[in-house]
């Protein structure tokens, strides 16, 4: 099922030494997610990429304001409802959204085995596939079910967090930075899994810098600035813009 952001706009309460005030981190955001596509996010550090994640998850910080909607498949959200407290993002974490979080390995509890902590997540979720299955969708050799993250590769600890987040077949993906510490090989086949389970039906957002390798599994790319989406096309449309900023992130791609 598709997802998306419609005209989202989040301000985060702060406050200095002597009032309180408000930064917006997110301004009239619309970024449709369509069924069976991956979609990359790219922009600045700073400019509210991570922040979509946030949107998307439930899982904005403390003091947020938010307004605009969300859609999962058939769920909708407004307003005060992004922050995550309604009752029914429990039945969407994991389920219907699935989340890559940037730095894998310390996403797993340092003192478990990997395979323990997989079937955890089958279990909670009532997820489908074994632990075995998910390895094997994600191309990761079901011997890492006996490591502890630790010991796993920096390939290996993506894969088994691509494997998490799996677990529930969820209809959205988000991934944050999935291949930020891979080489370009390995990086290339994170992008080739996430395509995979475009392929399947879902939905997968990929917020990311490596512009270079996304093209392995890349539909169309969003441009972020200042808490804004300036432009969202194909990537071999994009590549070509005539604006410096969005053209400036697709200099190197072949």
């Known amino acids: 099922m598709s997802a998306g952001l419609d005209g989202v706009t989040v301000d985060i309460m702060t406050r200095n030494r002597w009032t309180p005030s408000t930064t917006r981190v997110l301004d009239d955001v619309t970024l449709p997610l369509p069924a069976g596509t991956v979609t990359a996010l790219v922009g600045e550090s700073g400019c509210g990429k991570s922040m979509v994640a946030s949107v998307l998850t439930g899982l904005l910080p403390p003091g947020s304001a938010p307004s605009g909607r969300l859609r999962v498949g058939d769920e909708a959200f407004t307003d005060g409802e992004l922050v995550g407290a309604d009752r029914r993002w429990r039945g969407l974490r994991g389920r219907r959204i699935g989340a890559v979080p940037q730095s894998a390995s310390t996403s797993f509890t340092p003192v478990r085995s990997v395979g323990a902590q997989l079937d955890e997540v089958i279990g909670t979720l009532g997820g489908s596939r074994d632990a075995v299955e998910l390895c094997r ?118």
Do not use: K, N
Request: glycine residues 6%.
């Open 137 to 254: 969708r994600v191309h990761l050799d079901p011997a890492a079910l006996r490591l502890f993250p630790h010991e796993l590769s920096g390939g290996m600890a993506q894969r088994a967090a691509i494997a998490a987040a799996l677990a529930g077949d969820p209809d959205t993906i988000v991934a944050d930075e999935p291949t930020s510490a891979l080489d370009a090989e390995l990086s290339a086949d994170i992008w080739e899994l996430l395509a995979e389970a475009a392929s399947t039906g879902a939905a997968v957002l990929v917020i990311t810098h490596d512009v270079e390798t996304m093209r392995r599994g890349c539909d169309s790319v969003a441009v972020m600035r200042a808490g804004r989406i300036v432009d969202h096309r194909r990537l071999d449309e994009i590549a070509a813009s005539d604006d410096a900023y969005v053209a400036g992130f697709f200099e190197r791609v072949p």
